[in-house]
T-cell receptor, first 113, second 112 residues
Framework: KAGVTQTPRYLIKTRGQQVTLSCSPISGHRSVSWYQQTPGQGLQFLFEYFSETQRNKGNFPGRFSGRQFSNSRSEMNVSTLELGDSALYLC????????????FGSGTRLTVV | GNSVTQMEGPVTLSEEAFLTINCTYTATGYPSLFWYVQYPGEGLQLLLKATKADDKGSNKGFEATYRKETTSFHLEKGSVQVSDSAVYFC???????????WGLGTSLAVNP
């Protein structure tokens, strides 16, 4: 059974550009969440999608957005990149919206220069 | 608000030593509690979980018991191996949303 797949694994962008990250959840999983991990702030919740609807959103500026498709795949977009957006972005999926725990992908390492 | 506090690292142990990583939490209601592990260059792996008071989660020799009276979920292992070297995160999920609240992580290094 394939795990959570995130692409690309590594990305280097210039300040001011925009970026799109992709996440394919485990087959049959309908809930997808995104987290940002940085050395200074640790792990912070970005947003959660379930059945193509955003259910929760963290305290990030509007430059951070996401969406989920009918096959449960999800994308997140960051516009007008800032140096502080450099981080590991982690996607996680679970079958339902219960609180049983997520399966995480390996993440996308974004570096903004 | 909800929060997780875990002991600061790094923790350095010799192989076969006993491991304890402390985790305490603040939450309304009855949260689910988790330990995740992150190996270098990788994402997060669910190590164990507990969803109600007095539950004991266990996996790969690691254990943690959900203690509501002390609001704690300490991670223990009786005999660590070099391959256990990683960063360990305590997390909780409370309320009606799916948002995980994380501790800052504890780095563990096990020397042969």
């Amino acid at each position: 059974k394939a795990g959570v797949t995130q692409t690309p694994r590594y990305l280097i962008k210039t300040r001011g550009q925009q970026v799109t990250l992709s996440c394919s959840p485990i087959s049959g999983h309908r809930s997808v969440s995104w987290y940002q991990q940085t050395p200074g702030q640790g792990l912070q919740f970005l947003f959660e999608y379930f059945s193509e609807t955003q259910r929760n959103k963290g305290n990030f500026p509007g430059r951070f957005s996401g969406r989920q498709f009918s096959n449960s795949r999800s994308e997140m977009n960051v516009s007008t990149l800032e140096l502080g957006d450099s981080a590991l972005y982690l996607c996680a999926s679970s079958p339902t919206r219960d609180r049983g725990g997520y399966t995480f992908g390996s993440g996308t390492r974004l570096t903004v220069v | 608000g909800n929060s997780v506090t875990q002991m600061e690292g790094p923790v350095t142990l010799s192989e076969e030593a006993f491991l304890t990583i402390n985790c305490t939490y603040t939450a309304t209601g009855y949260p689910s509690l988790f330990w995740y592990v992150q190996y270098p260059g990788e994402g997060l792996q669910l190590l164990l979980k507990a969803t109600k008071a007095d539950d004991k989660g266990s996996n790969k020799g690691f254990e943690a018991t959900y203690r509501k009276e002390t609001t704690s979920f300490h991670l223990e292992k009786g005999s660590v191996q070099v391959s256990d070297s990683a960063v360990y995160f305590c997390a909780l999920n409370a309320g009606n949303n799916r948002k995980l609240i994380w501790g800052l992580g504890t780095s563990l290094a096990v020397n042969p």
